[in-house]
């Protein structure tokens, strides 16, 4: 199955724990997410910074490990009706010994499933008005 880019349905929200995920980011306003149901992975967009390029904080679920990712995105329109996003990874915040240790092992097959969440998120809206996106990767 793929990712789809969806708000996050009540049940999920108490199955995943994540008012008690959302503790760990201040004015977090995380109610969407992309979900790989089959695989149990997510992706969920929690805080960012105003200014562009845009320092986007996420939590990534990976194989029931939780990882707190900071990424910098800046977004361009191509051709009128399609958008390009490009993406930069700045930083994991606090993984934790096993957590580490699980990115350290399988950091490929982690990050090829993080660029697959961060297509279907696209640009973070629900309703996108632009036909097409594109996105670019410098991890």
């Known amino acids: 199955m793929a990712f789809i880019y969806e708000r996050i349905p009540e049940q999920d929200i108490t199955s995943y724990g994540l008012?008690?995920?959302d503790q760990q980011f201040p004015m977090a306003v995380a109610s969407r997410w992309?979900?790989?149901?089959?695989?149990?992975?997510?992706?969920?967009?929690?805080?960012y910074e105003r200014e562009q390029p845009s320092h986007k904080n996420f939590s990534f679920f990976w194989k029931n490990n939780l990882f707190r990712l900071c990424l910098a995105s800046e977004g361009h329109s191509l051709d009128g009706d399609k958008w390009c996003t490009s993406w930069t990874w700045l930083s994991m915040r606090d993984p934790g010994p096993d957590a580490s240790k699980v990115f350290d092992t399988h950091r490929d097959a982690i990050l090829i499933d993080l660029k697959d969440a961060l297509r279907a998120y696209r640009d973070g809206s629900l309703n996108p008005t632009y036909v097409g996106h594109v996105a670019q990767f410098d991890f």
């Open 19 to 21: 008012r008690e995920i």
């Open 34 to 47: 992309a979900i790989d149901r089959e695989r149990d992975i997510y992706l969920r967009y929690m805080t």
